[in-house]
Antibody, heavy 124, light 107 residues
Framework: EVQLVQSGAEVKKPGESLKISCKGS????????IAWMRQMPGKGLEWMGI????????TYSPSFQGQVTISVDKAISTAYLQWSSLKASDTAVYYC?????????????????WGQGTLVTVSS | DIQMTQSPSSLSASVGDRVTISCRAS??????LNWYQQKPGKAPNLLIC???NLQSGVPSRFSGSGSGTDFTLTISSLQPEDFATYYC?????????FGQGTKLKIK
């Protein structure tokens, strides 16, 4: 079974740093892109960025560029999302998801599965 | 960025109803359109990829259609477990973007 398991909930203070994780299993980790999404309380989904574990090629949403860092340790099949200085507005649930591509002439793609989510609470 | 606009934002319906949710892209995304279902406190779950391809294990009462800029998710006969929030997402180009969501509520 293909699975992504995320690290547990975090409570941090403004200005602190944080790194959350997403561990893949049940597939060849280096063969699929891993994306990160944010969901602020009561709000919709926002795509933050994506990384290819084989070579760490990374693309960020302009909205999140410079605000977070996405990385990977392929030796342990784990992707990371990190902040160097958290703000209260970073309070949200963060999801990782595997990007899957269709075969054939249309290389449409989708996110499946998703991790269970990591709640990050930033409060003084 | 490609803007994704869903309508309606919320919808009240009864068990057994046929329901349609629309999603419009701000530019041509061909069939690079996915639909997800999210229940409270849970991660989103893929329903349909490539505009009309039902994900394995998803009930056949769900269907998707459309191409270009206009897309539709249809639930043919609502079941109690279908009351949730639904999101469309374009996978044509980065930054990938989601619609704002449609909350399906029990009437």
């Amino acid at each position: 079974e293909v699975q992504l398991v995320q690290s547990g909930a975090e409570v941090k203070k403004p200005g602190e740093s944080l790194k959350i994780s997403c561990k893949g299993s049940g597939y060849i980790f280096t063969n699929s892109w891993i994306a990160w999404m944010r969901q602020m309380p009561g709000k919709g989904l926002e795509w933050m960025g994506i990384i290819y574990p084989r070579d760490s090629d990374t693309t960020y949403s302009p909205s999140f560029q410079g605000q977070v860092t996405i990385s990977v340790d392929k030796a342990i099949s784990t992707a990371y999302l990190q902040w160097s200085s958290l703000k209260a507005s970073d309070t949200a649930v963060y999801y990782c998801a595997r990007q899957v591509y269709a075969s054939g002439s249309f290389h449409y793609n989708w996110f499946d599965p998703w991790g269970q989510g990591t709640l990050v609470t930033v409060s003084s | 960025d490609i803007q994704m606009t869903q309508s309606p934002s919320s919808l009240s319906a009864s068990v057994g109803d046929r329901v349609t949710i629309s999603c419009r892209a701000s530019q041509n995304i061909y069939i690079y359109l996915n639909w997800y279902q999210q229940k409270p406190g849970k991660a989103p779950n893929l329903l349909i990829c490539g505009a009309s391809n039902l994900q394995s294990g998803v009930p056949s009462r769900f269907s998707g259609s459309g191409s270009g800029t206009d897309f539709t998710l249809t639930i043919s006969s609502l079941q109690p477990e279908d009351f949730a929030t639904y999101y469309c997402q374009q996978s044509y180009t980065t930054p990938y973007t989601f619609g704002q969501g449609t909350k399906l509520k029990i009437k």
